[in-house]
């Protein structure tokens, strides 16, 4: 450089070796020592400080008094740092990238297939940072060395990744990807190798350096911001664009690498600058959602021409269907159970479901699909239950926690192939679904109380050893138990952690929630459960063992005789007949709730004082609930960061709704029939109140929510409050599913802030009176129903047949849509009246029937 070649600077380094480095470097700070400086490096820096102060102070000025030496600005060191500033901005990086893979490891699960790469991605980022804060401590050719190496893997990585993430390399699910994968990794290696190889062997060349990194890095910026364009076109979320907004932040910060000036007080320069300019995307590149759930390729496929390169393994073929040894497995065990003979068999709204005896087969096709699914999902948990809920002691069901429409498709299909053929059917899913034969499967699974749930639990249990699946058996649990166990079992060791995956762990953390949601306040009286003799009975007695405060009389827990399941009794028993089960000795005002057969319906009721039965179904339930969750955010000082809404069905009570829209002055969304539908809708607020009428139900809060009522600082003790009984809902509720006990401790919390007895809950308004009637067609398919299965397009004519019924009644709605679960045509009416519901109802019934019978 210029200023070593001055002959002003060599006179004054040899004047200041000669006169101070005659005695070795004893008369050096410790710091600088240890930090390598020797006396006449010593005097090499202070005779640029020395020359370049008087450059600039010359009179006339110079027009460039600084100029650099040995190819660097005269920087002014701190603690013998050579560059404290480049050292500092170089620290925050590797701080960023420490941070970021503490992120990866709790939020991305062990077993994703992207996180080694992303870990890798950190690790190297570390490496690099490190050597960068060396070298800008110390300029030595091996510091130097070490840092452009390492910057040079960075980048690259940087690249490999890229392409990884993109075209989703990382997955086994076609024949192809591995072979690409092992083909982009051998190219990556060698020119790396070729790169360090040239700089160490060939040539230490600055500007090939800069060239290489600077293509590489225009590539793999190129693909993330056509990455970036693709997904925003298609989901139009701001975060979609978050890669190619990191990208153009790269390119600016970049910017300044180019724009060499001399350091500001001899202290930052534009390579500094640099440094800090990378400190912000990485953190934000850690924060992506990028990084999970972001699959590309559902709607991408690799070039063809790619495809035709990458010539399919063997061992890809493998894994995509089932080794003779499972199959042979499979068809032995299924040959032991007979098909029911002209039995059509479908997933229904809530799984299969009918007469007991005829779900050897269905059961079993269950057990083969929960393995598939689990490998698909790398080996996630997948949770089977058998029971058949509110259905009487002879029927029973299974389904799988939780079922997508195309699972339940495929559901459908290994249930109706025959027995023989049942293994070749399991080979074609694998196929279609592209399932990775040698990941791992893990199911879990439960049953409720029905005399025969053993047998059935046996049949699963062989589909299971058939497949190989890791599985574990719960016994006897209430379906929403079971969802919550799936759910902590996912979440296990990562950010979203829900529980300890134990029967113990679910009546803890309902306990120890419910005892902060109580705090400050009491239940009044008792309140009666009637457990439909289900398996609820045993559960809710469990968990009373965990509960203080709170007085719960549990009646209807027979789980011994098999026939009193459901029998007069349970939430549907209530809900259709609109009153007390006949065994009930409830008193006046007293508090009643009923369960069904596996605990995932509520209802409240009791007996006015005029000795009428009042019923207080899935619609009060919500009403209460969102009314008391606006409340708490209103008084916690965050509602307006949260976006709080109520899910329903065309069964919810008009009043209700109006109750909702116009009282609690929240958004409602109706949905189809089905908690799945609810559910997946209940999503789209940051708190989702969903209730089926029947009392099917739960609240959802999103992961906004979750932070906003984490992270918000109380400015009194009153909004303390409120934030510490919000935070305490967000535990006491069964998020997984709607969960008749947790939703029964909600209600008795609420009323107990409140200070309401079940009359003054009543009186928030006043449903309209309303009537279910089923009636039997000849062919319930006809019955096609549109606009969240309150309108039927077909048989023609029905809907302006029913619109014109209800056009003569005061308030009159009605509609008719075909069950899910029963081989029925289900008529809902209401109106200002008993008699005036009655007659709308019955006058529809007729129609539809009519319709049917065409
Ligand atoms: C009017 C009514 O109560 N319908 C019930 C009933 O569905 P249908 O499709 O109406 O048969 O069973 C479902 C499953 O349990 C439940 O989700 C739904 O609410």
Redesign the pocket.
């Given at each position: 450089s210029l200023g070593d070649h001055l002959p002003d600077f060599k006179e004054c380094v040899q004047v200041c070796t000669t006169e101070n480095c005659q005695n070795g470097n004893s008369v050096l700070p410790l710091h600088h020592r240890l930090l390598l400086w020797t006396c006449p490096a010593e005097c090499d820096y202070t005779c640029q400080h020395v020359i370049t102060d008087r450059r600039v102070s010359r009179d006339p000025p110079m027009i460039s008094p600084i100029v650099q030496f040995h190819g660097k600005w005269p920087f002014r060191r701190l603690l013998g740092m050579q560059e404290p500033f480049s050292v500092l901005f170089s620290f925050f990086n590797f701080a960023a990238h420490w941070h970021g893979m503490s992120r990866i490891q709790e939020s991305i699960p062990a077993w994703h297939s992207l996180r080694p790469y992303y870990m890798m991605f950190g690790y190297i980022g570390l490496a690099s940072w490190s050597f960068s804060v060396v070298f800008h401590m110390r300029d030595f050719p091996l510091t130097e060395k070490l840092d452009y190496w390492a910057a040079g893997a960075n980048v690259l990585y940087g690249l490999y990744l890229a392409v990884v993430r993109i075209f989703r390399l990382d997955l086994e699910n076609t024949p192809y990807r591995p072979t690409l994968r092992r083909l982009w990794t051998a190219i990556c290696v060698l020119l790396y190798t070729l790169h360090v190889g040239y700089l160490t062997f060939w040539s230490w060349d600055y500007t090939y350096n800069m060239i290489a990194n600077v293509v590489v890095g225009v590539i793999q910026n190129l693909m993330w911001t056509g990455f970036s364009i693709f997904r925003y076109q298609r989901l139009l979320k701001s975060w979609t664009a978050w890669p190619g907004m990191i990208v153009a932040w790269i390119i600016m910060a970049m910017s300044l690498e180019l724009l060499d000036f001399p350091p500001w007080n001899g202290l930052i320069d534009a390579h500094s600058l640099w440094h800090l300019g990378t400190v912000v995307p990485a953190v934000w590149w850690y924060s992506t959602p990028l990084l999970f759930n972001f699959d590309f390729t559902r709607s991408f496929r690799a070039p063809i021409l790619l495809k035709l390169l990458t010539a399919p393994s063997n061992q890809s073929h493998i894994c995509a269907m089932a080794s003779p040894a499972i199959k042979k497995a499979i068809t032995e065990a299924a040959l032991q159970y007979t098909k029911p003979e002209g039995k059509v068999f479908e997933y229904?709204?809530?799984g299969f479901r009918m007469k007991a005896d005829l779900l050897n087969t269905v059961v079993f096709a269950v057990g083969l699909l929960a393995s598939l699914r689990s490998k698909k999902l790398s080996g996630q948990w997948i949770g089977v239950m058998v029971t058949a809920?509110?259905n009487p002691a002879e029927d029973n069901g299974v389904k799988l926690v939780d079922p997508m429409a195309e699972w339940e498709a495929y559901a459908t299909r290994l249930a109706n192939a025959p027995l023989d053929k049942i293994a070749d059917v399991y080979d074609e899913l694998i196929k279609e679904i592209d399932v990775k034969m040698t990941n791992p499967a893990r199911v879990v699974f439960a049953r409720d109380t029905r005399a025969s749930g053993s047998r059935l639990v046996g049949v699963l249990n062989a589909a299971l050893t058939a497949t190989e699946v890791e599985f574990v058996d719960f016994k006897y649990m209430t379906t929403p138990q079971l969802h919550y166990v799936v759910r902590c079992k996912n979440t296990l060791g990562t950010q979203y952690e829900y529980g300890e995956p134990t029967e113990q762990g679910y009546y803890e953390k309902l306990a120890n929630s419910f005892k902060k949601v109580m705090r400050g306040v009491k239940v009044q009286g008792s309140l009666t459960v009637d457990c439909a003799n289900g398996v609820g009975g045993p559960k809710l007695r469990e968990l009373m063992k965990y509960l203080n405060g709170i007085d719960i009389k549990v009646v209807n827990d027979d789980v011994i005789n098999p026939d009193a399941l459901n029998f007069d009794c349970g939430a549907?028993y209530v809900?259709?007949k609109q009153r007390a089960p006949p065994s009930s000795k409830a008193a006046v005002l007293d508090r009643c709730a009923s369960l069904d057969g596996d605990a995932d319906?509520l209802v409240y009721y009791f007996l006015d004082e005029s000795n009428v039965f009042r019923l207080l179904d899935g619609d009060r339930i919500a009403t209460l609930a969102a009314s008391f969750i606006g409340d708490l955010a209103r008084n916690a000082g965050i509602a307006s960061k949260l976006k709080i809404g109520v899910v329903q069905?065309a069964?919810a009570n008009g009043a209700s709704t109006d109750y909702v829209e116009k009282v609690l002055k929240l958004p409602i969304i109706c949905t189809n029939?089905?908690?799945k539908h609810l559910h997946h809708a209940a999503l789209r607020f940051d708190v989702g109140v969903y209730f089926?009428?029947?009392g099917?139900g739960t609240v959802t809060f999103s992961e906004n929510a979750l932070k906003v009522i984490k992270n918000t600082e109380p400015q009194s003790p009153a909004q303390q409050h409120a934030l510490e009984s919000l935070q305490a809902l967000t535990d006491l509720i069964n998020q997984a599913v709607g969960d008749a006990l947790s939703d029964a401790l909600l209600v008795e919390a609420i009323l107990a802030h409140k200070g309401w007895s079940p009359k003054e809950w009543l009186g928030t308004y006043t449903d309209l009176p309303s009537r279910?009637v089923r009636v039997e067609v000849n062919d319930r398919s006809i019955f096609k129903a549109y606009d969240a299965e309150r309108k039927l397009e077909s048989p023609p004519g029905l809907q302006g047949t029913i619109e014109s019924l209800q056009s003569r009644y005061n308030k009159g709605r009605s509609f008719a849509?075909?069950?899910?679960?029963?081989d029925?045509v289900?008529v809902?009416a209401e109106a200002a009246s008993r008699s005036e519901a009655d007659d709308l109802a019955t006058r529809v019934a007729n129609a539809v029937s009519e319709a049917g019978s065409a």
């Open positions: 229904g709204t809530a809920s509110h549907d809900k259709t319906r069905t069964y029939t089905g908690v089926e009428a029947n099917h279910l849509r075909a069950s899910g679960t029963e029925a289900r809902y």
